[in-house]
C-alpha cells in the first residue's frame, strides 16, 4: 500500500510506501532543489515534491483545509473529493459528454441530505477601474458547475473565499455561500439582456454580492425558490455589456498599434496597459468573439489584423 500527503502551509507533495501513520518517524535527504528522499531507517520510503502548486494553487489548497476544518467543527461528515493529483477522477462521461465539473467536497447534512461542495479562493474582480468589486467564476467553469447540479441530481453549492482574507492568514475567513441553480437563474435572466456576441464576449462573470449568503461560524443554508430583482439582472447585464465594449475598443486600439499573435495578445496588452481588473480568460473570450464574427483576421502564425483595414 501507500499514501499521499500535501501539506499546504509548505507546499510540498509526499508520496510513500506503508500505511498511513502520522507517528512514523521519517528522515529527508535533499535530492536536488525540489525533490527528497524519505527515509525510515535505512530504507526509502518515499519522495517529497517542494513546489508542486503555482502560488494561485497554493491560495486555493489553503481554502480547501480551511473548508475542511471548518466541516470538521461544525461536525459535518464529508468526503474530500479534491483535484490534481489528489483528487478522485471523473468519469469519462462526466468530464467529455456533460463537461461538468468536479466539486471538491461531498458533504451530507441532517434533513437536507447529500450535497456537493465547490471552493473558490479568489481576489474579487471590478468592471473597471473604479467600479464595486465582486466575486467571479470563469463562463465555462460557471456553466459546467451548473450542469452537475443539473445531470447528477445534487445540489451544487460553491463557497467563495476571499484570497486576500487567505494571504493574512485570517483566523476566521468568511465564506460566500451560492447555489448553482441561483447561478443559473442568474446567468439565464442576464443573457436576455444581451446579445448572442456579447453573452459569447465574456469570458468571466461577475456575481453580485447580494446572492450570497455569508458564514462565518456555523455552517447554514438558506434553501427554497429565489426571485433575483430583474433591476439587479438589468444592471449586471449593462455592467458586463459596458466591460465587453471597453475590451473590444482596447483590442482593435492595441492591434492597429502592435503586431501580435492571438496567442499573446491578452498578457501583451493588459501588462501594456495596465487594466488590473481584467484577466486574460476576458480578453481571449472578447478575441476569440471578435474573430469569429469577422471583426479580427486571424491566421496561425501570423499577427492578428482588423477586418477591413
Known sequence: MAYINYDPESNYFDVIRGIFNSN????????????????????????????IFEKNEVLGAKGEEYVKSFMEKNGVPCLYVGQGPTGIQKSEILKNDLQAHRPDFLIHLPDLGTLFFD????????????????????????????????NLFIPVWVAFLDSNSMNRDDARPTMHLIC??????????????LTGREAQSLGVIRLPSV????????????????????????????????????????????IRKNPVL?????????????????????????????????????????????SGE
Open 180 to 193: 448553482a441553480s441561483h447561478l443559473d437563474i442568474f446567468w439565464t435572466e442576464m443573457k436576455k439582456h
Open 262 to 306: 492571438k496567442s499573446g495578445i491578452a498578457r501583451k496588452m493588459l501588462t501594456s496597459l495596465r487594466l488590473p481588473f481584467l484577466s486574460d480568460a476576458d480578453v481571449n473570450a472578447a478575441v476569440n468573439a471578435m474573430i469569429q464574427n469577422n471583426i479580427i483576421r486571424h491566421e496561425i502564425g501570423k499577427n492578428l489584423n482588423l
Open 211 to 254: 446572492l450570497f449568503q455569508e458564514i462565518k461560524d456555523k455552517l447554514e443554508f438558506k434553501i427554497g425558490i429565489q426571485k433575483i430583482p430583474a433591476e439587479l439582472v438589468g444592471r449586471y447585464a449593462e455592467l458586463h455589456r459596458g466591460m465587453v465594449r471597453r475590451i473590444e475598443d482596447e483590442v482593435r486600439s492595441y
Open 119 to 150: 471552493v473558490k479562493c479568489r481576489k474579487r474582480r471590478a468592471f473597471n477601474e473604479k467600479g464595486e468589486t465582486c466575486f467571479y467564476l470563469f463562463k465555462n467553469e460557471m456553466e459546467s458547475l451548473i450542469k452537475l447540479h443539473f
Open 24 to 51: 512514523r518517524d521519517l528522515r529527508e535527504e535533499v535530492g536536488t532543489a525540489d525533490i527528497s528522499f524519505l527515509h525510515e531507517g535505512k530504507d526509502i520510503t518515499g519522495v517529497r515534491i517542494r513546489n
